[in-house]
């Protein structure tokens, strides 16, 4: 008899269960691959194989689970049954050995993902986990059929060649009403309101490698969660938590990075001001304000955050109130959390979801410490700075991280130069920025790429005694710009070729000019530029 905890190897801990040749196997899962499930059959097919999972195709066409992974089981002589919301994970081998993880029946969490639990080889604990799968399979009634998957493969396939346009696709798991330990139960200690704020546009995601400091003196989520114009943020009440989420390129992903407390949006009170424009331009079309206090941001990169794709995958239709509002009420309404925040400034959290970002955010807390905002690049409204409660609305005893993200360039300006200005860039590799600098001395920073004219590419020395690339032209415009679109226009209009190549690498170019570059910012590590007319 023995028990033990374990955060890797599970696909070992499975192999050694049906490698035993117990003739009852019972697994709850929420998703399921096939080729997992080829493995695990092909050590041993039992004579009584029982499976609890969910049938909900949302999840099928995202690819997170596998309809022919359920198909494969059934003519491998199990029965299986769906349920509505089923969150956790068990697989008990005969009367003797019982496994309860966070790690799904797929190669990711059996050979990469960080899942935890335990195994034991123990008649007891044994019994008790197939007490509970007793109890949920008798609140079921269903066993699904190769019938069943064949009409679901009919609804899925019109999605799957994109001949129409995704919408929420039903669920044919049964409800269970009753409290089971396999449906996600919201915890106690969650606070009455808690969201998830986006900042970023789709045309503009970051890389992993941007420092979190840059993020947030870029957005000014340390003092406020802006909203788009005309979209005043009515739903936010007084001490909702607000997560701080950066759309980022790495799998179209969002990493949550902070936190603060929220206070209720005041029309007028709560909206940017001209000095607020001035110093962040972009306001204009974001102007509305949720004010925030008390708020605390991991020190280190993006890459340190939380990742909300990994939490949708892991708790579904769980991740947010309305999906998770539609799931209850079995009413047909989406319950794919994906579609939920299409073109949404922010979302409320279930419970859950709550307590999965909350933990994840204070492990890598620890990890990184808590980024310092009495530093004076963490500016605060014109309105806040001399006021009595200005020292109150910093972090106190904030955590020191081993390593600080600062910029090799000091007083560095997130304005573009004037359009017509010579500029020279560069890159940056501690922030991943590019820098632009004028003759006059003026850095700029801040841009996911930037377009010029008259390009010449070179070489210099650095203070620190290395080489790196420059480029040096005519400013013109910053990717997305009405300026940069009108330029990109015209090229696709001449019929224009563009060739794309990787600067910083070896320290050398493959151009000497070009008549029009635009340089973009780094993408897997080095920056890439598209350059028209060029000269090797």
């Known amino acids: 008899m023995s028990f033990k905890l374990v955060d890797s190897g599970w696909s070992d801990e499975l192999d050694i269960g049906m490698r035993e040749r117990p003739e009852t196997v019972l697994i709850v899962c929420p998703f399921i691959k096939k080729q997992t499930v080829e493995r695990l059959i092909s050590a041993h097919r039992p004579r009584d194989l029982r499976v609890i999972t969910r049938f909900d195709l949302n999840a099928f066409n995202a690819g997170v689970s596998d309809v ?83 009409r679901w493969r009919q609804i899925l396939a019109p999605y799957r060649v994109g001949t129409r346009e995704s919408i929420s696709l039903p669920d044919f798991g049964e409800t269970v009403s009753s409290t089971s330990p396999f449906v996600l139960e919201p915890p106690s200690d969650a606070p009455m309101q ?13 890389p992993l490698s941007m420092g979190i400091d840059e993020e947030v003196i870029r957005s000014g989520s340390h003092w406020a ?94 991740s947010f109130a309305p999906t998770q509002r539609n799931l209850n009420a079995g009413s047909g309404g989406n319950l794919n959390p994906r579609r939920a925040i299409m073109r949404k400034p922010h979302m409320e959290l279930t419970p859950q979801a ?7 955010l204070e492990k890598s807390m620890m990890r990184y410490g808590a980024l310092d905002l009495t530093d004076p690049r963490f500016d605060l409204p014109a309105a806040q700075v001399n006021s009595p409660d200005a020292l109150a609305n910093t972090p106190r005893l904030p955590m020191q991280s081993p390593e600080r993200y600062n910029m090799d360039t000091p007083h ?21 920025d590019l820098i632009l600098e004028t003759p006059e001395g003026q850095r700029s920073r801040d841009f996911m790429g930037v377009c010029i004219s008259d390009a010449v590419f070179d070489t210099e020395a650095t203070v620190r005694g290395s080489t790196r690339c420059v480029v040096t032209g005519t400013f013109l415009a910053v990717p997305g710009s009405r300026e940069s679109r009108d330029i990109e226009s015209e090229i696709r209009a001449q019929g224009r070729s563009h060739l794309e190549f990787y600067w910083w690498r070896d320290k050398t170019w493959p151009l000497r000019k070009a008549r029009l570059a635009f340089i973009a910012k780094p993408h897997g590590g080095f920056p890439t530029s598209m350059v028209v007319d060029g000269e090797v």
Not at 294 to 318: H, K, Q, R, T, Y
Not at 354 to 360: A, N, P, S
Request: proline residues 5%; aromatic residues 12%; positive net charge.
């Open 68 to 150: 022919d992974a359920l198909s494969l089981l059934l003519r491998s002589g199990a029965k299986i049954r769906g349920v509505v919301g089923v969150h956790s994970k068990m697989y008990i081998f005969g009367g003797k050995r019982a496994i309860v993880t966070s790690a799904n029946l797929t190669e990711a969490a059996m050979f990469h993902n960080k899942e935890f639990g335990f195994a034991a080889d123990n008649h007891f604990i044994a019994a008790q986990c197939q007490s509970y799968f007793d109890r949920l399979w008798a609140n079921t009634k269903h066993d699904l059929s190769q019938a069943n998957i064949e």
């Open 194 to 206: 808690s969201f998830v704020k986006f900042f970023g546009r789709a045309d503009n995601r970051a």
């Open 225 to 318: 969660c802006t909203y788009p114009s005309g979209k005043r943020p009515r739903q936010v009440r007084d001490g909702a938590i607000m997560f701080m989420a950066r759309m980022v390129q790495a799998r179209s992903d969002y990493i949550i990075y902070g936190r603060a407390i929220g206070r209720e949006h005041r029309p007028i009170l709560d909206d940017a001001t001209p000095a607020d424009l001035s110093l962040r331009g972009w306001k204009e079309n974001w102007p509305h304000y949720v004010r925030v206090h008390d708020p605390v941001f991991i020190n280190g990169p993006l890459s340190a955050g939380v990742s909300m794709v990994d939490m949708m995958i892991e708790l579904g239709p769980d």
């Open 354 to 360: 709550y307590k999965w970002i909350f933990d994840r």
């Open 412 to 432: 560095v300006s997130r304005q573009p130069p004037e359009i017509g200005s010579r500029v020279k860039i560069y890159f940056d590799r501690k922030s991943g």
